[in-house]
């Protein structure tokens, strides 16, 4: 009888620890998607050390797609438009189109194709509840299973979903970099009326057929690969792209574990003062590059300094 007790008890056990796991899997869903399919505007701010910067986001659907305007709010004047895969820049006084990539300023969004392996490389847990620009959040952590990631912390609206603050700790519970909504409105609150404006309208490429992810970028099977990379990261592209001030296409391997990204840059070595080998830092993200048999390697990612350092050591050319 005490068996069957004993063997009962470590079922229940483990269905409720699958059941808690769904949960904190269905939260992540719901973030993934929320930041996509949501209209809200807001003011966030980004920090790291002592270095503060305040952006203004709007984000809406229409028809057509999703529309975001982020404006730097200190500073320069820098404004981003994203509509469908396309990226405009305020350059030189007018609006420009650029690459469609992340760069750090934007609030960060979850990767939902990814969700589902979080929880081999990160211990997922719910903190409780707390208050973030007026809206309740439910608090996650994400603590990683190894030490070749960062500790993530993120604020969740408990009613659409949005990620309404995100911080990145170190292995010290040290907040590396975070960003956190000051100012949000959410729905029905959100101004519509400057995606009509002439000036998002004559944006070149709007109302086109969507462009390829680089217009001058090629989906390659290069033969570099990497040995060490950390488990859970899987590789989302390989390019051969060209790069502002290097004189040959670059070839760049991305790859992401549902939080983190990291980019592997391969070129030629040409001489230059960036062949020189080298680490900085710039909030959660660290950038490590290195001559290697006549290849400059570059490797950036939101991950601690000696993964990037791990990762560029064990880059190697496989043949194609």
């Known amino acids: ?10 079922l229940l056990t483990v269905n409720v620890c699958a059941t808690e796991s769904q949960s904190k899997l269905d939260w992540l869903k719901t973030v993934a998607f929320a930041g996509h399919q949501t209209d809200y505007s807001g003011v966030f701010v980004y920090q790291y050390g002592s270095h503060v910067e305040t952006s203004r986001i709007a984000h809406v659907v229409e028809a057509d797609g999703e529309y975001e305007k982020l404006e730097s709010l200190d500073g320069p004047k820098r404004e981003i438009i994203r509509h469908h895969g396309q990226v405009w820049c ?4 007018k609006m420009v189109q650029v690459e469609s990539q992340q760069g750090k300023g934007q609030f960060p969004l979850m990767l939902p194709d990814q969700l589902s392996a979080l929880s081999a490389n990160y211990q997922v847990r719910e903190l409780g509840q707390d208050r973030v620009a007026g809206y309740n959040t439910q608090v996650i952590l994400f603590q990683p299973r190894d030490n070749l990631r ?10 659409t979903g949005l990620l309404l603050k995100s911080a ?16 949000l409105k959410v729905g029905g609150a959100v101004d519509h ?21 680089n217009k001058a970028a090629m989906s390659v099977n290069s033969g570099w690969v990497v ?8 590789k989302t592209m390989e390019l051969l792209r ?9 070839t760049q391997l991305v790859f992401s574990d549902g939080l983190s990204a990291i980019s592997v840059f391969v070129e030629l070595a040409d001489k230059d003062e960036d062949d020189n080998e080298g680490l900085s830092s710039r909030g959660a993200v660290n950038l ?24 560029l050591d064990s880059i190697r050319y496989n043949g194609k």
């Open 168 to 183: 990145v700790l170190n292995d010290k519970q040290q907040v590396v970099e975070q960003y956190a909504f000051t100012e």
């Open 150 to 159: 960062y500790t993530h912390k993120i604020w969740v609206d408990t009613e």
């Open 90 to 93: 305020y350059s030189q006084h």
């Open 1 to 10: 009888m005490k068996a069957w007790v004993g063997v009962c008890g470590l």
């Open 193 to 213: 009326a400057w995606i009509s404006s002439s000036a998002t309208k004559n944006l070149p490429g709007i109302g086109q057929e969507r462009l390829p992810l």
């Open 288 to 311: 490590y590059h290195k001559v290697v048999d006549n290849h400059l390697y570059n490797v950036v990612g939101e991950v601690p300094p000696t993964t990037v350092m791990q990762v």
């Open 227 to 234: 040995d060490a990379m950390p488990s859970g990261f899987k």
């Open 242 to 250: 060209p790069m502002h001030g290097k004189h040959a296409p670059v």
